[in-house]
């Protein structure tokens, strides 16, 4: 059966086929970019939860085929979770990873290593064209550094360093880090779910 991965961040894709394969997952993985006629949703919710099932339910729904979601992002303790649902255009630029990250570095400049608390969310969203929908979150906490580590992944992984590591996300291997990571936790999570309901 076809599943379709409703993301066009390609870092998200090559990580969510190497989770969803190591989770035994059988199905037809296919990315967003297969559909270049279907338009993006507007991600109105003002929750990973609710975007991610906002992302799901348009493509189930305009391809009349089951799809996952990935709504993730950055949570920062000493800006009050910020960036959050806006980690993909913090700079005003969306999916400008270098941008983004060199903003949020400057807004921090200040803070020293113990106010430095954040963690990765991953909201991982299922939608079956009748309208059937589940969701299950992930976390991974850790600090931020002052300087990026690292060429592995995407995003604001070269600036967060996981708790019990002394390296960052960047520095890990993409095995490594979807073993430990929140779009690893929530896509395992959500493994059994699309076993059960859609076989
Ligand atoms: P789609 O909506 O097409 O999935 P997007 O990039 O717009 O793509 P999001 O709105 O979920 O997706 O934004 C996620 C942002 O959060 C992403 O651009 C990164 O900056 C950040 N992010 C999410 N997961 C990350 C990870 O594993 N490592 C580093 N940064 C991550
Ligand atoms: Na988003």
Same mark, same amino acid.
């Given at each position: 059966t076809r599943l379709i991965l409703a993301t066009r961040n390609a870092g998200k894709i090559t990580e969510l086929h190497a989770i969803l394969a190591d989770a035994g997952l059988t199905h037809d993985l296919v990315g967003a970019d297969a559909y270049p006629e279907i338009p993006d949703v507007k991600e109105t919710g003002v929750t990973f939860a609710e975007n991610a099932l906002l992302k799901a339910h348009a493509m189930a729904q305009a391809t009349g085929l089951p799809a996952v979601a990935d709504d993730s992002g950055l949570a920062v303790d000493v800006l *009050? *979770?910020?960036? @959050?649902?806006?980690s993909a255009r913090?700079? *005003?630029?969306? @999916?400008?990873d270098t941008a983004n990250l060199n903003l949020l570095l400057a807004q921090l400049a200040d803070i020293d290593t113990p106010h430095r608390a954040a963690h990765f969310a991953c909201a991982a969203a299922l939608a079956l064209p009748d309208g059937t929908e589940r969701v299950v979150e992930g976390r991974l906490r850790g600090t931020l550094r002052h300087t990026p580590a690292g060429t592995n992944g995407f995003g604001y992984d070269p600036i967060l360093q996981p708790d019990g590591y002394d390296v960052t996300c960047a520095e890990l291997t993409p095995a490594e880090k979807n073993a430990i990571s929140h779009r690893g936790q929530a896509f395992r999570a959500l493994v059994p779910v699309v076993r059960e309901l859609l076989g």
């Open positions: *009050g *979770g910020a960036p @959050g649902i806006f913090w700079s *005003g630029r969306h @999916g400008d």
